[in-house]
Nanobody
Framework: QVHLVESGGGLVQTGDSLRLSCAAS????????VGWFRQAPGKEREFVAA????????YNTNSVKGRFSISRDNAKNTVYLQMNSLKPEDTAVYYC?????????????WGEGTLVTVSS
């Protein structure tokens, strides 16, 4: 059983930056793909970014192109999401996920989420 805990969310203004972290306890990340989804109020959960064990990354380019960056520290069992130039439409609960495939089409474990609110 893997337990994922997100941190780093909060209230920021348009144009600000935040870095989300997701730490895993239990078995290590191993060769799993890890990443982030988000769910805005009244909308479906959407893929944001994912990263493979070797560091290859995939992004939802339509929504976060050039603004978000994902990284992982396998020694610390932690994945990060650096979010720059935040916009009000980035407001959502951000969920950490561990699973398989470049866009995490298969998710084995979810975190409980951290709220990011971007004010205009």
């Amino acid at each position: 059983q893997v337990h994922l805990v997100e941190s780093g969310g909060g209230l920021v203004q348009t144009g600000d930056s935040l870095r989300l972290s997701c730490a895993a306890s239990g078995p290590t990340f191993g060769t799993y793909v890890v990443g982030w989804f988000r769910q805005a109020p009244g909308k479906e959960r959407e893929f944001v970014a994912a990263i493979t064990w070797s560091g290859g990354s995939t992004y939802n380019t339509n929504s976060v192109k050039g603004r978000f960056s994902i990284s992982r520290d396998n020694a610390k069992n932690t994945v990060y999401l650096q979010m720059n130039s935040l916009k009000p439409e980035d407001t959502a609960v951000y969920y950490c996920a561990l699973g398989a495939n470049d866009r995490l089409s298969v998710v084995y474990y979810w975190g409980e989420g951290t709220l990011v609110t971007v004010s205009s």
